[in-house]
């Protein structure tokens, strides 16, 4: 008798939530060819009328860019929106099973912080739809924005709740965290969430012209963007002290590196910040100082993600869990990274190098550095792709084999 093998992903667990938030990303990395390189006066982005203008006027390149960036955006956004529906499905059925139990009387509980993740990254995708393919929303867009905040509140809200839960159990009672099994960087994840709630109120306060809207989208935004700082650093220093007793746990090796796409996260959200107090309240911020914020950001980024190389290449991870047979939903984070650090050259070239004046735009050293940009977007791509195959493909039929 045969019968169908179950594909990886029908095994369940809330990290698939990256799935989604992986492609999430992709669409914001293919978003940035059209910010900085598709004209937009009197705009802090740009606009479906801004890229249509840019298209007839612009040249071979920019035509075919603009039409690289459409068609990347509309298809990780699908993927985006797909995934996350399959999860929002599969989480419903999975907490009526004994392994949802277990989840939450463990370490793991934590990981239901990839839920709010995830909706967070799906509102700042749709936004970006909303721009690229949507004529005429710039004029009704003081109207989107209170929603904005309030969609958001709600992903606060939410996120809160499951990082509440977690805590008082953990912390009310004593002994029932498993330390030893803390030797990885999974217990960041809480913190992701709350970045990417944090970056959603920022956009308000960086495009609205009503003072009330930018007020609202700085107090929101510094406050959970805190709450994001503050779990991060807790997160970091109570995981090394196991690793170091323990090791890296082979499976969660990928969230060495999460620390990358949390500040890139906050990153924006500091620059966003900073151009609604521009905007609004006549704050004047230095090129040089923009410069030098996202050149701190990205110091740190590039350590952490050669810690994080250095320890998966040690493990064999890549050899394993992405070109190997061996599935982890966990393989899922490695495209965080790739995708954060995107997202960081676009902006570090333009807003840090362009803006200070140290390189022209569109010169050589602009596209060598904007090429490393490019390049790590392409291999995010490519390993969607392949997780995507391997953890959601079909299976293949097998032999039952009969109970002894």
Same mark, same amino acid.
């Given at each position: 008798m045969t019968t169908p093998l179950k594909r990886p992903a029908d095994s369940y667990s809330p990290l698939y939530f990256l799935a989604s938030l992986g492609a999430g990303g992709l669409a914001v990395s293919f978003f940035m060819y059209l910010m900085f390189w598709v004209p937009h006066p009197g705009k802090p982005v740009p606009t479906f009328e801004d890229i249509s203008a840019a298209f007839q006027t612009g040249g071979t390149a920019l035509q075919a860019a603009i039409i690289i960036a459409v068609l990347g955006i509309a298809a990780m956004v699908f993927l985006n929106v797909k995934s996350l529906l399959w999860n929002l499905s599969a989480l419903s059925a999975f907490r009526?099973?004994?392994?949802?139990?277990?989840?939450?009387?463990?370490?793991?509980?934590?990981?239901?912080?990839?839920?709010?993740?995830?909706?967070?990254?799906?509102?700042?995708?749709?936004?970006?739809?909303?721009?690229?393919?949507?004529?005429?929303?710039?004029?009704?867009?003081?109207?989107?924005? $209170?929603?904005?905040?309030?969609?958001?509140?709600?992903?606060?809200?939410?996120?809160?709740?499951?990082?509440?839960?977690?805590?008082?159990?953990?912390?009310?009672?004593?002994?029932?965290?498993?330390?030893?099994?803390?030797?990885?960087?999974?217990?960041?994840? $809480?913190?992701?969430?709350?970045?990417?709630?944090?970056?959603?109120?920022?956009? $308000?306060?960086?495009?609205?012209?009503?003072?009330?809207?930018?007020?609202?989208?700085?107090?929101?935004?510094?406050?959970?963007?805190?709450?994001?700082?503050?779990?991060?650093?807790?997160?970091?220093?109570?995981?090394?002290?196991?690793?170091?007793?323990?090791?890296?746990?082979?499976?969660?090796? $990928?969230?060495?590196?999460?620390?990358?796409p949390i500040l890139t996260v906050l990153g924006i959200m500091f620059l966003r910040q900073n151009h609604g107090l521009h905007t609004t309240f006549d704050v004047e911020v230095a090129p040089g100082e923009t410069l030098v914020l996202l050149a701190r950001l990205l110091s740190v980024q590039l350590l952490f993600l050669m810690l994080g190389l250095l320890v998966l290449r040690r493990q064999g991870y890549f050899s394993e869990f992405v070109f190997g047979s061996k599935t982890s939903p966990g393989s899922y984070a490695l495209v965080c990274p790739g995708v954060a650090l995107s997202v960081m050259l676009h902006f570090f070239v333009n807003k840090g190098l362009v803006g200070a004046g140290i390189i022209d735009k569109f010169g050589i050293a602009f596209w060598a550095v904007t090429a490393v940009a490019l390049i790590a977007q392409l291999a995010m791509v490519a390993l969607v792709l392949r997780l995507n195959r391997q953890h959601f493909g079909k299976p293949a039929t097998g032999s039952a084999v009969p109970a002894e």
């Open positions: 009526k099973s004994e392994a949802y139990d277990k989840l939450v009387n463990s370490n793991a509980e934590s990981t239901l912080a990839a839920l709010p993740l995830a909706l967070a990254m799906t509102i700042n995708a749709l936004f970006i739809v909303g721009l690229v393919f949507v004529p005429g929303l710039w004029s009704i867009i003081e109207y989107l924005f $209170p929603l904005a905040l309030i969609a958001f509140a709600l992903v606060a809200v939410l996120a809160f709740r499951i990082i509440g839960r977690f805590l008082g159990r953990i912390l009310s009672q004593g002994g029932i965290f498993d330390v030893t099994a803390n030797n990885s960087f999974a217990q960041m994840l $809480p913190a992701f969430a709350l970045a990417m709630v944090a970056v959603g109120f920022s956009a $308000p306060a960086a495009m609205s012209q009503n003072t009330t809207t930018v007020g609202l989208g700085l107090i929101l935004s510094t406050f959970i963007g805190a709450g994001a700082i503050v779990y991060a650093l807790v997160a970091i220093f109570t995981a090394f002290n196991s690793m170091l007793h323990h090791g890296t746990a082979k499976e969660a090796g $990928p969230t060495l590196m999460v620390v990358v």
